[in-house]
């Protein structure tokens, strides 16, 4: 996983670099075969954008929180098996994009995880 080191998966501290915009934090909790799944209106359930390993994550994650965006996670839920969340976007010019995911960990890491986001339309 080149120069990120993988630290065990915890939900407060996930939901804290999602509101600062902390990807690196973030991909620290992928283990390095981590696959995520995304569902929008572009990649429908029959032909889903998956991602898959550190580096693919880390494009992600870095595009989304490099935009001018603001973040705020809510309805969390977690055991020791995974987690959930949902996060809510907004664009500065008002319009909104919200997310559920849903974690998979293995090993006290993220082995997958499923997104399913919307947006307002303009």
């Given amino acids: 996983m080149s120069s990120t080191t993988l630290t065990t998966f915890d939900l407060p ?26 569902v929008d209106k572009n990649t429908q ?12 994550i880390k494009s992600w994650l870095e595009d989304m929180y490099g935009r001018d965006l ?13 987690a959930a969340y949902t996060q809510a976007c907004q664009y500065p010019d008002g319009t909104n ?13 993220i082995a997958r995880q499923s997104v399913i986001q919307v947006w307002d339309e303009a």
Avoid: N
């Fill in 13 to 38: 501290r996930f939901a804290r670099a999602a509101h600062e915009r902390d990807a690196a934090t973030q991909l620290s909790m992928y283990s390095p075969q981590a696959t995520v799944t995304i």
């Fill in 45 to 56: 359930p029959s032909r889903p954008r998956v991602l898959r390993g550190t580096a693919e």
């Fill in 70 to 82: 603001t973040h705020e996670v809510g309805h969390t839920v977690s055991d020791p098996a995974g």
């Fill in 97 to 109: 994009v919200i997310c559920a995911t849903v974690i998979e960990l293995e090993q006290g890491a």
